[in-house]
């Protein structure tokens, strides 16, 4: 039984961050959390002392040279110096070169949710595998269907304060609203099953309509995880930024419903980080 740092618990988050918290505590669950360190808090470095591995959940932080983001790198940079195992995963990585590139070389193990993110980490000088968001875990794609809206198209959201963050409001034809918020996403998932598609703007969004198995559209985050997870997935669907272009998607992904079968077999045929993964880099 190891002794872990756990670094960036989403859990206050929306459903998906609530998702990806369970896999991971899941995973740790035969090791010893000796401290949780929230998203966005500093650290105190005689935690990371008393832990024989560091873990951070890197999710949607580390991205253009926030302060959140550059926190985990400093947790990780400290264990490194105190001899630890520092392990960075699910992580999104989109930064200027060359950021903590020492930190990226060092780490034990690394994995990043998408493609371009991967790209972006090996400029900085790292070499991350690439693992679905752990959202994607088995065992959060099980729930009840809440509302009703059966064979409807239904709106999410966007991440606010973006140019087109309000573009989603703009399309009143479509009534029905599901978000991630106050919601738990394996509920998502099964309502979204009953609908014809799903407009978001979010990550997780993709996520939850790609496990459903139903056509989506969507618009850009405030990173570049929803372009990665497509990029990745090689499938020819578009990214949205004005009104025109997602009522033009709308039509263009109910007459190819192939391609979201495709994107459905393509999460649920990935890998997350999972317990035999830990092991084996614990044991290294």
């Not at 983001?69 to 105190?82: A, D, R, S, Y």
Request: one cysteine or more.
């Amino acid at each position: 039984m190891a002794n872990i740092f756990l670094g960036n618990d989403t859990s206050l988050g929306h459903a998906g961050c609530k998702a990806v918290m369970k896999s991971l505590f899941n995973v740790l669950n035969d090791h010893r959390i000796i401290k949780i360190h929230k998203v966005g808090d500093n650290f105190d470095i005689k935690n990371i002392k008393k832990c024989d591995a560091v873990i951070v959940n890197g999710e949607g932080t580390i991205h253009h040279n926030k302060r959140a983001g550059n926190i985990l790198m400093e947790i990780l940079k400290t264990g490194q110096q105190l001899g630890k195992k520092t392990i960075l995963i699910n992580s999104v990585f989109q930064q200027e070169p060359l950021f903590y590139p020492e930190v990226l070389k060092n780490l034990d193990y690394f994995a990043v949710r998408e493609i371009l993110s991967q790209e972006n980490a090996r400029k900085c000088g790292g070499n991350p595998e690439l693992l679905l968001d752990s959202s994607a875990d088995i065992i959060n794609r099980k729930g009840k269907v809440f509302g009703n809206c059966k064979e409807q198209i239904v709106k999410g959201k966007t991440f606010p304060g973006l140019p087109h963050s309000k573009i989603i409001d703009q399309l009143t034809e479509y009534s029905i609203t599901i978000t991630l918020k106050n919601q738990i996403f394996g509920n998502i998932i099964a309502t979204l099953k009953t609908a014809k598609l799903y407009i978001t703007g979010q990550h997780h969004g993709v996520y939850c309509a790609g496990l459903a198995g139903i056509p989506f559209v969507c618009l850009p985050g405030n990173t570049h995880k929803i372009e990665g997870i497509i990029k990745w997935s090689g499938l020819p669907i578009k990214v949205c930024t004005t009104v025109e272009k997602i009522r033009e998607q709308i039509k263009w992904a109910l007459k190819h419903k192939e391609i979201y079968n495709n994107f459905h077999k393509f999460l649920i045929n990935g890998k997350v980080f999972d317990k035999n993964k830990l092991e084996e880099i614990l044991k290294k």
